[in-house]
């Protein structure tokens, strides 16, 4: 680290959460940052989960209650993650020059100019949330978040958004891409995808689905394009955890495709090692991702990465966000679905000229790109 370099507090509390969208992002912005630590020396402050294999030049500091661990309680846990991220964190970062949290939460107070990442702005809409309590505390953390020096976001559609909810001057929104994991490439190796394809029980030639089943997923709209006839030949397969029927937010999709009798067509796979992602996403003849509402939209990306084929919803960011490297469709027509399915699986060609398409426009975002655009932020609310 340079003597010169400025210091700056990362918010790590979503690394108790694997694999969720927060996790990835935080892991993957730190780890581009910590390549460039002579500008600015990065701490990640954790509360229950560590790094074990964080990048060099990152501190990762552990900051929890003696006694604090996870508990049953809903209540229990929405008080101690309050609690952590309006005071322990802060507390813990003493000396710094910079907080960020990298999701829409914010102390109440900080004595450092604070930068918040805020992806969208689904915690704001009732129509996304669940229960009073989640509006209650979306309500505080809103009030915290407008004292922020800066946001950062990751859309041109999400500031435009952010603006509006928040009633935030646009000028201090700043929109830093998100990008696939760089290790994400196209798999071509006969040994490693064939233990892919064994060990989650892939057909040999499937559309997929990865991602998550809230509802604003929209993933029924795919169920009810194979339900179509003429049908996909394809079968349609779905990597997610559904929590059936009892959940309003999170439909109960495999309930829905046993109801429709569509059997073998579409097939459920509950998760994916992130070792495998790249050979489940390599393997796909096309990636379908239909949602109604993003800030982002990673996965179609980190199909494109792959070399995948794929098929995108023309809603919220995903336009921004995929271009031309994706053919778009409303999200609420299965028949479009359904035949653009039944196009491209039949045509070879198509699916190349697609795929080189997806190649060219996910060649445009990089983490190193997001990390320079952040430090660029840093040095804004510092005041230059």
Known sequence: MSPTAR????????????????????????????????????????????????????????????????????????????????????????????????????????????????????????????????????????????????????????????????????????????????????????????????????????????????????????????????????PLVVVGRFRGASDPLFPDIPALAASLGLGEAVRFVPSVEEADLAAVYSLAEVFCFPSIYEGFGLPPLEAMACGTPVLCSNASSLPEVTGDGALLLPPDDAGAWNRAVRRIEDDRQGREDLAAKGSARVGRFSWEQTAAQTFAVYDLALGG
Request: some cysteine.
């Open 7 to 234: 210091r700056v507090s990362l918010n790590g509390l979503f690394l108790d959460y694997p694999h969720s969208g927060t996790w990835t992002y935080t892991r993957n912005l730190a780890a581009a940052m910590a390549a460039n630590r002579d500008r600015y020396a990065v701490t990640i402050c954790t509360r229950r989960a560590g790094w074990e294999d964080a990048p060099a030049g990152i501190e990762v500091r552990r900051v929890h209650l003696p006694g604090s661990r996870r508990r049953t309680s809903e209540w229990y846990e929405r008080g101690d993650k309050f609690l952590w991220e309006t005071v322990l964190w802060p507390a813990a970062s003493g000396g710094t020059g910079i907080l960020h949290s990298p999701y829409f939460a914010a102390p109440l107070w900080s004595p450092w100019p604070l930068v918040v990442t805020v992806h969208d702005t689904i915690s704001l809409q009732p129509r996304f949330t669940r229960g009073r309590a989640a509006l209650v505390y979306a309500s505080v953390m809103r009030r915290a978040v407008l004292r922020a020096a800066a946001i950062i976001t990751v859309s041109q559609f999400s500031k435009t958004e952010i603006a509006a909810a928040l009633d935030y001057p646009l000028d201090r929104i700043h929109v830093t891409y998100e990008a696939p994991d760089p290790r994400l490439r196209p798999l071509r190796s006969t040994s490693e995808t064939l233990r892919v394809r064994q060990k989650y029980r892939l057909p040999e030639r499937f559309a997929l689905y990865l991602g998550g089943t809230e509802r604003r997923k929209n993933i029924e709209v795919l169920i009810h394009a194979w339900r179509l006839e003429p049908s996909p030949k394809l």
